[in-house]
């Protein structure tokens, strides 16, 4: 193998795997603050479906990709209020409510999809939001291609990374947050609103979601599928757990995942006698991986899954 086929091999691979990242930190991110807040969205798959199809049906309708992502983040935080109404106010399972929820929102979307495209679907494809290549970098070898010519989508999605961790970490919101995810009655106790602060880390979770649903249509696909989700949501959760339920720490976990999810096309560049399809499970096997805790132990918030009710 020459040189040459080395770097474009390594070149490809890395553009692809930053690029993949970017829905999977998006989801990740909502879902630190639910977890940091003690409510694990377990329907964070569904929500993204959902946000999906709201943005490619907006999308191409109107011509506009910025109302699609402005669709995907009002359909999720309608879904985000339906679940944080089970998780929070009434305070079923939230493992048993996620599970349930992502069921039907795959049915909830199929019937929507098939209304609103006929039995036939045409599978029409969307105005997308096309990569920026940052002028004076781009051209750079290898760094070019991966770092700054990439989707103004992912750009803010690192931005949306750092400035989340500094809320969570050096506001006064922040602090509230995760007091309410480690000792509810102390934080009651304390003045806040336990229920209302955990109603605002579902929301989030949910905004992170839909964005996550739209990236994948108006960045990388330019349509909808009801299999366009394919595990994403379930490896958010893993990119949590293995990020520490930090926003900085989500971000290397979650273009591990991305890399891993770009090894199976990169692959095709090699002639190895190894069928890339192998590699399409890769993402999935380090999910499982990441929540068995072989990556070392993680702890998590203190009142995680715990319900608790406002006196």
């Known amino acids: 193998m020459s040189t040459a086929v080395d770097l474009a091999f390594l070149t490809t691979w890395l553009a692809a795997g930053v690029r993949l990242s970017g829905p999977l930190l998006l989801a990740a991110l909502g879902e630190i603050y639910a977890e940091r807040s003690g409510v694990v969205n377990v329907g964070v798959e569904g929500t993204i479906l959902l946000g999906a199809l709201a943005s490619y049906l907006v999308a191409v309708s109107t011509g506009s990709p910025a109302l699609g992502l402005l669709a995907a983040m009002a359909a999720a935080l309608a879904a985000s209020l339906f679940l944080g109404l089970f998780y929070v106010v009434v305070q079923a399972n939230q493992v048993v409510v996620g599970v349930v929820f992502n069921i039907l929102a795959l049915g909830l979307a199929s019937v929507i999809y098939r209304a609103a495209t006929g039995d036939t679907p045409q599978f029409s494809s969307t105005p997308m939001i096309e990569p920026l290549a940052i002028p004076g970098l781009a051209d750079l070898p290898v760094a070019g291609p991966v770092l700054f010519q990439q989707s103004p989508m992912l750009y803010a999605t690192l931005a949306l990374a750092l400035v989340g961790g500094v809320v969570l970490f ?117 999910t499982v991986i990441a929540i068995s805790g072989l990556f070392g132990r993680a702890r998590s918030p203190a009142a995680l899954m715990q319900p608790y009710r406002d006196e």
């Open 170 to 286: 050096r506001t006064r919101f922040g602090l509230n947050l995760r007091a309410v995810g480690e000792n509810p009655r102390a934080a009651a106790a304390a003045g806040l609103r336990v229920t209302r602060m955990r109603l605002v880390g579902v929301l989030l979770s949910g905004l992170g979601a839909g964005l996550a649903g739209g990236y994948l249509v108006l960045c990388q696909i330019g349509l909808f599928r009801e299999t366009i989700v394919a595990g994403r949501g379930f490896i958010a959760l893993a990119i949590v757990i293995l990020g520490r339920w930090n926003p900085f720490a989500a971000i290397a976990a979650a273009f591990a995942f991305g890399a891993a999810d770009a090894l199976g096309l990169s692959m095709q560049l090699l002639a190895l006698p190894v069928p890339p399809q192998l590699f399409i499970a890769l993402p999935y096997l380090m």
